[in-house]
């Protein structure tokens, strides 16, 4: 059989990444092996980048004809529906297990019961609300600054999250995590081109704006692995989906306290 491109193989890639993270439809030629789906996390950013330009794009083209709140809402509503709410569900699946168990047992078999408790609700409502404010706060300044805010947190706070996959120890049975694919060996490559499209996304910020990014996701970041480490000792596909909506919330507070034009 004859050995695929390098762009078709790095296409394949991108197109698995897809279609784990998102509900958009890909082609069924794709090629789901289990090599392909450990690789597959050096394009969760560009996920992250795709999903936040369709976001924006639906509040750009929403505010032209509505008020600001409802067209950040609908942008909001375009990325659950983008996604499928798999980072929310990980979210609130993560609150219900760190809040309502006390040994490791309770909190994994919780975060991996289908119902939803209370401190998931809770979690779900408190950082939607806030997501909600802080979009209106930025889109005062002007529509482009909140589009700007969509794409930059939606790549960056996906290269977070997925890049505790390379450094934090996996801890649920793998038959059962959603993030049982890439659970196994991972290669140094994979993470330099995941941090590479973080960067890139940072270098196009102006200078305060890039680095105050920065070093709050990275001090975010530590303080994550350590929660996670001191409750269940690692990381689960929950977890994962939790410091995406923690980070993304992270960074539009650094955004709109140091402004577009720093």
Not at 88 to 110: C, P, Q, S
Not at 178 to 198: C, R, S, W, Y
Request: one cysteine or more; aromatic letters at 10%.
């Amino acid at each position: 059989m004859e050995k695929p491109s390098v762009s078709a193989s790095q296409l394949n890639l991108l197109l698995v990444a897809l279609s784990f993270f998102t509900r958009i439809p890909v082609p069924k030629w794709v090629d789901y092996g289990d090599d392909n789906l450990n690789r597959a996390s050096r394009y969760f950013g560009m996920v992250g980048l795709l999903v936040g330009a369709l976001s924006a794009l639906v509040f750009y083209l929403a505010q032209l004809v509505l008020p600001i709140g409802v067209a950040v809402m609908l942008s909001m509503i375009a990325s659950v529906l983008i996604t499928g709410g798999f980072h929310e569900d990980g979210l609130a699946d993560t609150a219900d297990g760190f809040g309502g168990g006390w040994t490791l047992e309770d909190k994994l078999n919780i975060m991996k019961d289908s119902r939803l408790g209370t401190y998931g609700v809770l979690a779900l409502v408190l950082i939607l609300a806030l997501k909600w404010q802080l979009l209106i706060e930025l889109a005062l300044y002007s529509p482009w600054v909140a589009c700007s805010a969509l794409v930059v947190a939606h790549t960056l706070s996906r290269v977070l999250a997925s890049s505790m996959i390379f450094t934090e120890s996996y801890v649920q049975d793998i038959d059962v995590s959603k993030v049982k694919p890439l659970a196994n060996e991972q290669h140094i490559n994979d993470l330099m081109i995941l941090l590479l499209t973080g960067l890139a996304v940072l270098f196009c910020l102006p200078s305060v704006a890039g680095f105050s990014l920065l070093v709050g996701l990275y001090i975010l970041r530590q303080l994550l692995c350590f929660g996670f480490n001191r409750q269940i000792g690692g990381y689960t596909g929950d977890t994962l989906g939790a410091s995406q909506q923690v980070a993304e919330i992270v960074c539009y507070m650094i955004l709109l306290a140091v402004g577009f034009n720093s």
